[in-house]
Nanobody, 132 residues
Framework: QVQLVESGGGSVQAGGSLTLSCAAS????????MGWFRQAPGQEREGVAAIYSIGGSTYYSGSVRGRFTISQDNAKNTMYLQMNNLLPEDTAMYYC?????????????????????????WGQGTQVTVSS
């Protein structure tokens, strides 16, 4: 099992930037892919970005591609999400998650999964609020 702790959330104005961090501990060797998800009140959880822990390939949802960058520092067991040009619609609770194996059904993010159900370990979340 992997323990995940997010940090770096906050309140910014539209056009601003934030960097989220996700520190991993425990059985970190089980992280096949790491992902960032977000959920706004009344909305479904959305996969934002993922990174293949071994190869370093990255995947993004269309709504954040070109604005967000996912990265990892394996020496520090930490994953990051650099968020630039933030929009009010980016307001949500952001979660990091770890998946122990490749996506079950392929998909555009393969070998990572876009569905949260494929991730077994989750952080507690960090709030991002973007005002217009």
């Amino acid at each position: 099992q992997v323990q995940l702790v997010e940090s770096g959330g906050g309140s910014v104005q539209a056009g601003g930037s934030l960097t989220l961090s996700c520190a991993a501990s425990g059985y970190t060797a089980s992280r096949f892919c790491m992902g960032w998800f977000r959920q706004a009140p009344g909305q479904e959880r959305e996969g934002v970005a993922a990174i293949y822990s071994i190869g370093g390939s990255t995947y993004y949802s269309g709504s954040v591609r070109g604005r967000f960058t996912i990265s990892q520092d394996n020496a520090k067991n930490t994953m990051y999400l650099q968020m630039n040009n933030l929009l009010p619609e980016d307001t949500a609770m952001y979660y990091c998650a770890a998946a122990p194996s490749p996506a079950s059904f392929g998909g555009s993010w393969y070998p990572c999964a876009r569905e949260g159900s494929e991730y077994t370990d989750w952080g507690q979340g960090t709030q991002v609020t973007v005002s217009s």
